[in-house]
C-alpha cells in the first residue's frame, strides 16, 4: 500500500542543513521545512505502530461523520498530527466506499 508521507523524507532532515550552515537558512524557512520533517515523522512512527498491530492509517476524510463516531464509540485508536487526524483501522474493518476514498486520497497524493 502507498505512503501517506514520502520515503524519502529522511534524507531532506533540515536540521543537518542548519547544523552546517547555521547563517543561510531564514527562520521561516526553517520553521515551514522543520514542520513538514516532522509531520512526516510522526506519520512514520505511526505508520509503524499501525503496521505491528497489522492495522493501517486512514484520514478522517475518508470516513463520513458517523462512522467517525461509530469508530471512537469501538476505541479505535485516533491521533492527530498537525492539522490532519487519522484512525488507526484494521483493513477488514474498512467499507468498500471508504477503501474507494482511501484509494483516492492516496492516488492525490504528490509523492505515489
Same mark, same amino acid.
Given at each position: ?10 534524507? #531532506? ?96 497524493? #504528490?509523492?505515489?
Amino acid at each position: 500500500m502507498a505512503k501517506l508521507y514520502p520515503t524519502d523524507y529522511q534524507e #531532506k532532515d533540515p536540521r543537518k542543513y542548519l547544523f552546517n550552515n547555521p547563517d543561510r537558512m531564514h527562520p521561516t524557512v526553517l520553521s515551514k521545512s522543520l514542520s513538514n520533517y516532522l509531520h512526516y515523522y510522526l506519520l512514520d512512527l505511526m505508520e509503524s505502530a499501525a503496521e505491528h498491530e497489522e492495522y493501517i492509517l486512514v484520514p478522517f476524510s475518508c470516513f463520513t461523520w458517523r462512522r467517525i463516531r461509530a469508530l471512537k464509540d469501538m476505541n479505535y485508536f485516533s491521533f492527530k498530527v498537525g492539522q490532519e487526524s487519522y484512525f488507526m483501522v484494521n483493513p477488514l474493518d474498512l467499507k468498500q466506499l471508504e477503501r474507494i476514498k482511501l484509494e483516492s486520497y492516496l492516488n492525490e497524493l #504528490k509523492w505515489n
